[in-house]
């Protein structure tokens, strides 16, 4: 599950920082503004890289999916690539743990299957 999320979490570090350009145009937002809030979700997104495996990694991801839908607000293509990367969120995270079942059962399987000669 982990190198699925983490690639995921990689890419929206990409497409946050891209919005940040782009929502660099409105005039109503001061630049400081623009990069304060990408930054946050920059760091978090490369953050939660690390701790998609540990208790609530999961759930601050799916905040992370929300914050980009909701920056569709802001930047209207963010509605589209919001849900586009929620949705691979819910398949990087559906699929990793059928990944991870199946390799834990391949370990139980040549464990029990292996001469403790």
Do not use: N, Y
Not at 5 to 33: N, Q, R, W, Y
């Amino acid at each position: 599950m982990r190198t699925l999320c983490s690639s995921t979490l990689i890419g929206e570090f990409f497409i946050i920082g891209f919005a940040g350009l782009v929502a660099m145009k409105d005039p109503e937002l001061t630049m400081g503004t623009v990069w304060t809030t990408c930054g946050i979700l920059m760091a978090l997104s490369v953050l939660l890289c690390g701790m998609v495996t540990r208790p609530g990694g999961v759930q601050l991801g799916w905040a992370l999916q929300l914050g980009l839908v909701l920056a569709g607000f802001v930047v209207p293509t963010m509605f589209f690539l919001g849900a586009c990367f929620a949705a691979l969120w819910w398949c990087s995270v559906h699929f990793g743990r059928k990944v991870d079942e199946a390799k834990a059962r391949f370990a139980a399987q040549q464990e029990a299957g292996a001469d403790p000669a």
